[in-house]
């Protein structure tokens, strides 16, 4: 069995486990799903747009960086339902170099996709690094994707699965879907079915079907640590 990643894209092989079963597997890691199931019903067409430069521009007065960033997520978060994600995405920026946790996690989607700016896996790696810095777990867990698949970054497995792990625990079921597939397939890090286990545990009870599927392989069929 090799485990499906959480993955937003195709490009899948199959593969045999030890019992036999065809199963499928995802050597490609997940886009920012979340971010893109608000941002694909509106984005239409893709723009230019310039590589920016991931650094807050926050004034000294909090509140009223906090005021700037607001506004400018309202103005962009307008355009954006009228369709005009173009127009919006220097919004988003004001507001994500103004500190706006959610415009810095929508900005690194936008470049990740290429959708109101042109597509720049780098600059999305800047954003997501810096809500990411904050706490997001969204951003914790692309970006842990990125370092993981080397999109925007060099690869660094140990980088990735820290960021994923950061993600988990604050509850992303996605990144502990993906700990469970990287410990179960020993991808940059050493095959340990008792850890998989666990993560796919916390990510079952979750609701999602994966782990519960790939739970009941596991308990099905011989696997070393796991009773």
């Known amino acids: 069995l090799?485990?499906?990643?959480?993955?937003?894209?195709?490009?899948?092989?199959s593969e045999t486990d030890?019992?036999?079963?065809?199963i499928m597997s995802g050597r490609r890691f997940s886009r920012s799903l979340a971010a893109l199931t608000i941002l694909l019903p509106l984005l239409s067409g893709c723009?230019?747009?310039?590589?920016?430069?991931?650094?807050?521009?926050?004034?000294?007065d909090p509140e009223v960086a906090a005021a700037i960033a607001d506004e400018s997520f309202r103005k962009a978060t307008a355009l954006s339902r009228d369709g005009r994600i173009a127009d919006a995405a220097p919004w988003f920026e004001r507001a994500a170099r103004h500190g706006h946790v959610d415009a810095q996690v929508m900005l690194g989607t936008m470049y990740l996709v290429g959708r109101g700016v042109g597509k720049d896996p780098a600059?999305?790696?800047?954003?997501?690094?810096?809500?990411?810095?904050?706490?997001?777990?969204?951003?914790?867990f692309s970006l842990g994707?990125?370092?993981?698949?080397?999109?925007?970054?060099?690869?660094d497995g140990k980088k990735g699965i820290s960021l994923e792990r950061l993600a988990a625990e604050q509850g992303h079921q996605g990144?502990?879907?993906?700990?469970?597939a990287l410990f179960y397939n020993g991808d940059a890090v050493a095959r340990d079915y008792a850890a998989a286990a666990r993560w796919f545990e916390r990510a079952a009870r979750q609701g999602d079907t994966r782990s519960q599927v790939t739970l009941g392989r596991i308990y099905s069929t011989p696997h070393?640590?796991?009773?």
Request: aromatic share 8%; charged share 20%; proline share 9%.
């Open 123 to 140: 600059a999305a790696a800047e954003w997501y690094g810096v809500a990411a810095e904050a706490g997001d777990p969204w951003a914790q």
């Open 47 to 60: 723009g230019a747009g310039t590589r920016p430069v991931a650094e807050p521009e926050t004034p000294v």
């Open 2 to 13: 090799s485990c499906l990643l959480y993955t937003a894209r195709r490009g899948r092989q």
């Open 224 to 227: 070393d640590g796991v009773p």
């Open 175 to 180: 990144a502990k879907y993906n700990l469970g």
């Open 145 to 155: 994707n990125m370092y993981l698949e080397g999109n925007g970054v060099p690869r």
């Open 18 to 22: 030890h019992s036999g079963a065809r």
